[in-house]
Protein backbone atom coordinates (compact mmCIF):
# COMPACT_ATOMS: atom_id res chain seq x y z
CA UNK A 1 0.00 0.00 0.00
CA UNK A 2 1.55 3.41 -1.10
CA UNK A 3 1.80 6.64 1.55
CA UNK A 4 0.77 9.69 0.57
CA UNK A 5 2.83 12.87 0.85
CA UNK A 6 2.16 16.25 2.43
CA UNK A 7 0.55 17.52 -0.54
CA UNK A 8 -2.21 14.34 -0.78
CA UNK A 9 -0.02 12.55 -3.32
CA UNK A 10 0.99 8.93 -3.64
CA UNK A 11 4.47 8.72 -2.79
CA UNK A 12 6.42 6.63 -5.74
CA UNK A 13 7.57 3.39 -4.08
CA UNK A 14 10.73 1.68 -4.63
CA UNK A 15 10.87 -0.18 -7.78
CA UNK A 16 10.13 3.39 -9.53
CA UNK A 17 13.48 4.89 -8.37
CA UNK A 18 15.30 5.57 -11.55
CA UNK A 19 19.68 5.49 -12.31
CA UNK A 20 20.81 8.60 -13.97
CA UNK A 21 23.05 8.02 -17.31
CA UNK A 22 24.28 11.03 -17.93
CA UNK A 23 27.37 9.83 -20.44
CA UNK A 24 28.51 10.42 -23.20
CA UNK A 25 26.09 8.57 -25.25
CA UNK A 26 23.53 11.00 -23.20
CA UNK A 27 25.10 13.92 -23.63
CA UNK A 28 26.28 13.29 -27.40
CA UNK A 29 23.35 12.01 -28.83
CA UNK A 30 21.37 15.42 -26.78
CA UNK A 31 23.55 17.87 -28.69
CA UNK A 32 23.25 15.96 -31.92
CA UNK A 33 19.23 16.60 -31.74
CA UNK A 34 20.09 20.42 -30.91
CA UNK A 35 22.39 20.97 -33.93
CA UNK A 36 19.58 19.45 -36.15
CA UNK A 37 16.72 20.68 -34.72
CA UNK A 38 15.43 17.62 -33.67
CA UNK A 39 12.29 16.73 -30.95
CA UNK A 40 12.59 13.88 -29.36
CA UNK A 41 9.15 12.60 -27.38
CA UNK A 42 12.02 11.42 -25.00
CA UNK A 43 12.46 14.62 -23.39
CA UNK A 44 9.23 16.40 -24.19
CA UNK A 45 7.00 13.69 -22.17
CA UNK A 46 9.43 13.78 -19.61
CA UNK A 47 10.13 9.60 -20.56
CA UNK A 48 11.07 8.04 -17.10
CA UNK A 49 13.58 5.74 -19.22
CA UNK A 50 15.37 8.13 -20.80
CA UNK A 51 18.67 7.80 -19.36
CA UNK A 52 18.74 4.25 -20.17
CA UNK A 53 17.98 4.61 -23.66
CA UNK A 54 20.30 7.52 -24.48
CA UNK A 55 22.79 6.70 -22.03
CA UNK A 56 22.89 2.83 -22.46
CA UNK A 57 20.74 1.61 -25.49
CA UNK A 58 21.31 4.75 -27.47
CA UNK A 59 17.67 4.43 -28.57
CA UNK A 60 15.32 7.59 -29.05
CA UNK A 61 12.31 7.88 -30.48
CA UNK A 62 12.01 11.21 -33.21
CA UNK A 63 8.73 14.02 -32.25
CA UNK A 64 7.99 15.18 -35.89
CA UNK A 65 5.76 17.81 -36.95
CA UNK A 66 7.07 20.17 -33.88
CA UNK A 67 6.74 20.56 -30.33
CA UNK A 68 3.62 22.07 -29.75
CA UNK A 69 0.32 19.65 -29.56
CA UNK A 70 -2.81 20.44 -31.06
CA UNK A 71 -4.49 18.77 -27.65
CA UNK A 72 -4.31 18.87 -23.71
CA UNK A 73 -4.32 14.79 -22.92
CA UNK A 74 -4.26 15.33 -19.14
CA UNK A 75 -1.75 12.86 -18.86
CA UNK A 76 0.82 14.03 -20.94
CA UNK A 77 3.60 16.48 -20.56
CA UNK A 78 3.99 18.05 -24.17
CA UNK A 79 3.01 21.64 -24.55
CA UNK A 80 -0.03 22.62 -26.31
CA UNK A 81 -1.27 25.31 -28.26
CA UNK A 82 -1.66 26.01 -32.23
CA UNK A 83 1.54 25.07 -34.00
CA UNK A 84 3.22 27.12 -36.75
CA UNK A 85 5.91 24.75 -37.59
CA UNK A 86 5.74 23.00 -40.56
CA UNK A 87 9.53 21.90 -41.59
CA UNK A 88 9.29 19.75 -45.30
CA UNK A 89 13.05 19.10 -44.46
CA UNK A 90 12.56 17.38 -41.15
CA UNK A 91 11.69 14.16 -43.04
CA UNK A 92 15.38 14.29 -44.21
CA UNK A 93 16.96 15.45 -41.19
CA UNK A 94 15.78 12.58 -38.97
CA UNK A 95 16.87 9.87 -41.78
CA UNK A 96 20.30 11.53 -41.46
CA UNK A 97 20.09 11.24 -37.97
CA UNK A 98 19.57 7.93 -37.90
CA UNK A 99 22.27 7.19 -40.08
CA UNK A 100 24.65 9.15 -38.18
CA UNK A 101 23.44 7.17 -34.74
CA UNK A 102 23.74 3.68 -36.51
CA UNK A 103 20.06 2.54 -35.57
CA UNK A 104 18.53 -0.72 -36.07
CA UNK A 105 15.47 -0.01 -35.48
CA UNK A 106 14.05 3.98 -35.50
CA UNK A 107 10.69 5.52 -33.92
CA UNK A 108 8.94 7.88 -35.26
CA UNK A 109 6.44 9.79 -33.31
CA UNK A 110 4.52 13.40 -33.80
CA UNK A 111 2.63 15.92 -31.93
CA UNK A 112 -1.37 15.73 -33.21
CA UNK A 113 -1.71 18.19 -36.13
CA UNK A 114 -5.40 18.89 -36.02
CA UNK A 115 -4.87 22.19 -37.87
CA UNK A 116 -3.39 20.44 -40.94
CA UNK A 117 -6.39 18.71 -43.76
CA UNK A 118 -4.07 15.33 -43.37
CA UNK A 119 -2.82 15.15 -39.74
CA UNK A 120 0.52 14.98 -40.59
CA UNK A 121 0.14 11.72 -42.41
CA UNK A 122 2.66 12.85 -45.87
CA UNK A 123 4.77 14.27 -43.75
CA UNK A 124 5.02 11.18 -41.58
CA UNK A 125 4.96 8.99 -45.00
CA UNK A 126 7.93 10.72 -46.10
CA UNK A 127 9.73 10.58 -42.58
CA UNK A 128 9.71 6.61 -43.44
CA UNK A 129 10.65 6.88 -46.83
CA UNK A 130 13.64 8.97 -46.24
CA UNK A 131 14.80 6.62 -43.19
CA UNK A 132 14.42 3.67 -45.45
CA UNK A 133 16.38 5.34 -48.45
CA UNK A 134 19.13 6.36 -46.47
CA UNK A 135 19.44 3.26 -43.97
CA UNK A 136 18.00 0.26 -46.03
CA UNK A 137 18.64 -1.90 -42.96
CA UNK A 138 17.14 -0.06 -40.16
CA UNK A 139 13.36 -1.10 -39.53
CA UNK A 140 11.05 1.68 -38.66
CA UNK A 141 7.77 2.16 -36.12
CA UNK A 142 5.87 4.81 -36.57
CA UNK A 143 3.32 6.33 -33.71
CA UNK A 144 0.76 8.66 -34.93
CA UNK A 145 -2.28 10.05 -33.27
CA UNK A 146 -5.42 8.83 -35.17
CA UNK A 147 -5.43 11.42 -37.44
CA UNK A 148 -8.82 12.28 -37.04
CA UNK A 149 -9.37 8.71 -38.06
CA UNK A 150 -9.46 9.68 -41.58
CA UNK A 151 -9.30 6.47 -43.98
CA UNK A 152 -6.92 8.49 -46.60
CA UNK A 153 -4.63 9.71 -43.97
CA UNK A 154 -4.21 6.21 -42.27
CA UNK A 155 -3.21 4.66 -46.01
CA UNK A 156 -0.87 7.63 -46.98
CA UNK A 157 0.98 6.38 -43.88
CA UNK A 158 0.37 2.68 -44.34
CA UNK A 159 1.18 3.57 -48.29
CA UNK A 160 5.07 3.86 -47.17
CA UNK A 161 5.59 0.57 -45.76
CA UNK A 162 6.68 1.07 -41.80
CA UNK A 163 7.72 -2.35 -40.52
CA UNK A 164 5.89 -1.87 -37.51
CA UNK A 165 2.72 0.46 -36.93
CA UNK A 166 2.14 1.88 -33.36
CA UNK A 167 -0.78 3.55 -32.13
CA UNK A 168 -1.55 3.56 -28.21
CA UNK A 169 -5.20 3.05 -26.59
CA UNK A 170 -3.71 4.79 -23.36
CA UNK A 171 -6.32 4.16 -21.16
CA UNK A 172 -9.61 1.94 -20.68
CA UNK A 173 -12.83 2.80 -22.41
CA UNK A 174 -14.70 4.46 -19.26
CA UNK A 175 -11.93 6.54 -18.57
CA UNK A 176 -10.60 7.82 -22.22
CA UNK A 177 -13.16 11.06 -22.31
CA UNK A 178 -11.38 12.34 -19.35
CA UNK A 179 -7.87 11.27 -19.74
CA UNK A 180 -7.54 12.21 -23.61
CA UNK A 181 -8.27 14.86 -25.02
CA UNK A 182 -10.58 14.84 -28.24
CA UNK A 183 -9.64 11.38 -28.85
CA UNK A 184 -12.25 7.96 -28.91
CA UNK A 185 -11.78 4.78 -27.85
CA UNK A 186 -13.38 3.09 -31.00
CA UNK A 187 -10.96 5.29 -33.03
CA UNK A 188 -8.48 4.57 -32.02
CA UNK A 189 -9.56 0.62 -32.23
CA UNK A 190 -10.92 1.72 -36.28
CA UNK A 191 -7.05 2.74 -36.51
CA UNK A 192 -5.44 -0.45 -35.79
CA UNK A 193 -8.00 -2.29 -37.47
CA UNK A 194 -7.62 -0.41 -40.95
CA UNK A 195 -4.14 -0.05 -40.91
CA UNK A 196 -3.94 -3.95 -40.32
CA UNK A 197 -6.31 -4.28 -43.48
CA UNK A 198 -4.68 -1.84 -45.91
CA UNK A 199 -0.81 -3.62 -45.19
CA UNK A 200 -1.81 -7.28 -43.38
CA UNK A 201 2.04 -8.36 -43.29
CA UNK A 202 2.49 -5.54 -40.29
CA UNK A 203 2.76 -5.78 -37.18
CA UNK A 204 0.32 -3.45 -35.09
CA UNK A 205 1.03 -2.41 -31.61
CA UNK A 206 -0.63 -0.54 -28.59
CA UNK A 207 0.29 1.22 -25.81
CA UNK A 208 -2.36 0.75 -22.27
CA UNK A 209 -0.82 3.27 -19.55
CA UNK A 210 -2.61 2.07 -15.93
CA UNK A 211 -2.64 3.87 -12.27
CA UNK A 212 -5.55 5.99 -13.69
CA UNK A 213 -8.44 4.36 -11.51
CA UNK A 214 -9.08 1.36 -13.96
CA UNK A 215 -10.10 -1.90 -12.89
CA UNK A 216 -8.70 -5.10 -13.56
CA UNK A 217 -11.58 -6.16 -15.57
CA UNK A 218 -11.11 -3.13 -17.28
CA UNK A 219 -7.51 -3.64 -18.21
CA UNK A 220 -8.59 -7.41 -19.53
CA UNK A 221 -11.39 -6.08 -21.51
CA UNK A 222 -8.76 -3.95 -22.91
CA UNK A 223 -6.98 -6.34 -24.09
CA UNK A 224 -9.57 -8.12 -25.60
CA UNK A 225 -10.89 -5.29 -27.62
CA UNK A 226 -7.18 -4.69 -29.31
CA UNK A 227 -7.15 -8.49 -30.07
CA UNK A 228 -10.23 -7.99 -31.34
CA UNK A 229 -9.31 -5.64 -33.87
CA UNK A 230 -5.83 -7.72 -34.49
CA UNK A 231 -3.41 -5.93 -32.50
CA UNK A 232 -0.04 -7.92 -32.26
CA UNK A 233 1.82 -6.20 -29.26
CA UNK A 234 0.89 -4.69 -26.42
CA UNK A 235 2.68 -2.52 -23.91
CA UNK A 236 1.43 -2.00 -20.26
CA UNK A 237 3.15 0.76 -17.90
CA UNK A 238 2.60 2.72 -14.75
CA UNK A 239 0.83 6.01 -15.15
CA UNK A 240 2.88 9.03 -14.18
CA UNK A 241 1.97 12.39 -13.33
CA UNK A 242 4.40 14.63 -14.79
CA UNK A 243 2.88 18.13 -13.46
CA UNK A 244 0.73 18.85 -10.74
CA UNK A 245 -1.86 20.40 -13.01
CA UNK A 246 -2.09 16.41 -14.64
CA UNK A 247 -4.42 13.78 -13.33
CA UNK A 248 -3.36 12.21 -10.26
CA UNK A 249 -1.73 8.75 -9.87
CA UNK A 250 -4.77 6.41 -8.11
CA UNK A 251 -2.69 3.58 -7.90
CA UNK A 252 0.75 2.74 -8.32
CA UNK A 253 0.59 -1.43 -9.64
CA UNK A 254 3.32 -3.99 -8.23
CA UNK A 255 6.57 -5.48 -10.31
CA UNK A 256 4.36 -8.93 -9.55
CA UNK A 257 0.96 -7.70 -10.87
CA UNK A 258 2.51 -6.29 -13.89
CA UNK A 259 3.77 -9.93 -14.36
CA UNK A 260 0.55 -10.50 -14.00
CA UNK A 261 -1.20 -8.92 -16.82
CA UNK A 262 1.48 -9.66 -19.30
CA UNK A 263 0.76 -13.65 -18.94
CA UNK A 264 -2.60 -12.88 -19.45
CA UNK A 265 -2.13 -10.42 -22.27
CA UNK A 266 0.17 -13.53 -23.39
CA UNK A 267 -2.70 -15.78 -23.11
CA UNK A 268 -5.31 -13.68 -25.06
CA UNK A 269 -3.15 -14.17 -28.37
CA UNK A 270 -1.06 -11.39 -28.34
CA UNK A 271 2.26 -12.08 -30.02
CA UNK A 272 4.35 -10.00 -27.80
CA UNK A 273 4.13 -8.24 -24.17
CA UNK A 274 6.02 -5.95 -22.49
CA UNK A 275 4.78 -4.83 -18.94
CA UNK A 276 6.64 -2.94 -16.00
CA UNK A 277 6.02 -0.23 -13.68
CA UNK A 278 8.29 1.72 -16.24
CA UNK A 279 7.47 0.24 -19.38
CA UNK A 280 6.61 2.63 -22.08
CA UNK A 281 5.17 2.64 -25.48
CA UNK A 282 8.83 2.66 -27.41
CA UNK A 283 10.68 0.98 -24.36
CA UNK A 284 12.80 -1.57 -25.77
CA UNK A 285 10.87 -1.52 -29.29
CA UNK A 286 13.82 -2.73 -31.43
CA UNK A 287 13.12 -6.29 -29.09
CA UNK A 288 9.68 -5.97 -29.30
CA UNK A 289 9.03 -5.97 -33.38
CA UNK A 290 12.06 -8.57 -33.55
CA UNK A 291 9.72 -11.36 -31.10
CA UNK A 292 6.75 -10.32 -33.30
CA UNK A 293 8.77 -11.20 -36.24
CA UNK A 294 10.15 -14.38 -34.85
CA UNK A 295 6.03 -15.47 -33.60
CA UNK A 296 4.56 -14.68 -36.93
CA UNK A 297 7.47 -16.68 -38.57
CA UNK A 298 6.79 -19.57 -36.41
CA UNK A 299 3.23 -19.72 -37.47
CA UNK A 300 3.79 -19.53 -41.34
CA UNK A 301 5.72 -22.16 -40.51
CA UNK A 302 3.44 -24.22 -38.87
CA UNK A 303 0.64 -22.90 -41.33
CA UNK A 304 3.06 -24.51 -44.24
CA UNK A 305 3.53 -27.85 -42.49
CA UNK A 306 -0.51 -28.19 -41.41
CA UNK A 307 -0.72 -28.26 -45.31
Known sequence: ???KTKDGYLRKPEWLKIKLNTNENYTGLKKMMRENNLHTVCEEA????????????RTATFMILGDICTRA?????????????LDLAEPERVADSVAMMNLKHAVITAVARDDLKDGGAEVFAETVRAIKRKNPFTTVEVLPSDMGGVYENIKTLMDARPDILNHNIETVERLTP????????????????????????????????????????EIIQTMDDLRAHDVDIMTIGQYLQPTKKHL??????????FGELRKIAMGK????????????SSYHAD?????????????????????
Open 1 to 3: MST
Open 269 to 280: GFKHCEAGPLVR
Open 73 to 85: CRFCAIKTGLPTE
Open 248 to 257: PVIKYYTPLE
Open 287 to 307: EQVNAASRERQAQGEKVEQAK
Open 178 to 217: RVRARAKYARSLELLQRSKELQPDIPTKSSLMIGLGETKE
Open 46 to 57: KCPNIHECWGIR
